[in-house]
């Protein structure tokens, strides 16, 4: 069975730049996660998903961030401009959404702003 | 407010010594907690995860971690450290709807 996958594993753009990332889930599951791992700390949550519906976007830069999950299936988030202190690694994750509390984590889309 | 402290920022051990990561976790209700390692350029993979009963619990790789309530702890321990444990490793409590992740440990192997 395929893990979770994420594309592209590495993105180097200047800075107003706009990026978007792909993540498609194991199959199945339907809570998504998008979480941001700046260097050296742990993951934080931007955006969960149960299903289609965005349930927590809380933690979503809203001015310049963005995401969308059509289908329920795959997800795209995007940043439009990137600025410099976006650079990080952006993990998605998936999850079957009973909450067992495993995640499933793609290896992540690791973003470097210039 | 919920939140996971690893003291620990990096640890040293030599292959074959014993090792424990320490995790401190603040939550008011009665915590899932998680332990997760990470490889260079990996995502995230789940070592084990303590719900409730057997405060002492087994993961993969020959991990084991004890949830010590009265302490607020959830620490990590391998009896003999190999070359291949060489990770940084993420200790999370589990809220509705979201993992809250520490810091994280960086473990270096010596030979």
């Known amino acids: 069975e395929a893990g979770v996958v994420q594309s592209p594993r590495y993105k180097i753009i200047e800075k107003k730049q706009p990026v978007a990332f792909w993540c498609n889930p194991i199959?199945?599951?339907?809570?998504l996660y998008w979480y941001l791992q700046n260097l050296g700390q742990g993951p934080e949550l931007l955006i969960r998903?149960?299903?289609?519906?965005?349930?927590?976007d809380s933690q979503l830069p809203k001015d310049r961030f963005s995401a969308e999950r059509l289908k329920g299936v795959d997800s795209t988030l995007k940043i439009q401009p990137a600025e410099l202190g976006d650079s990080a690694v952006y993990l998605c994750?998936?999850?079957?959404?009973?909450?067992?509390?495993?995640?499933?984590f793609g290896e992540g889309s690791r973003l470097t702003v210039l | 407010a919920q939140s996971v402290t690893q003291p620990d920022i990096h640890i040293t051990v030599s292959e074959g010594a014993s090792l424990e990561l320490r995790c401190n976790y603040s939550y008011g209700a009665t915590p899932y907690l998680f332990w997760y390692v990470q490889s260079p350029g990996q995502g995230l993979q789940l070592l084990l995860k303590?719900?409730?009963?057997?405060?002492l619990v087994q993961g993969i790789k020959g991990f084991e971690a004890e949830f010590k309530r009265s302490q607020s702890s959830f620490n990590l321990r391998k009896p003999s450290v190999h070359w291949s444990d060489a990770a940084e490793y993420f200790c999370?409590?589990?809220?509705?709807?979201?993992?809250?992740f520490g810091q994280g440990t960086t473990l270096q192997v010596k030979p």
């Open positions: 303590y719900f409730s009963g057997d405060t």
């Open positions: 998903y149960e299903n289609e519906e965005a349930v927590d």
């Open positions: 999370a409590v589990g809220v509705p709807g979201k993992l809250i």
């Open positions: 199959s199945g599951h339907n809570t």
């Open positions: 994750a998936s999850s079957l959404g009973d909450f067992t509390g495993e995640l499933f």
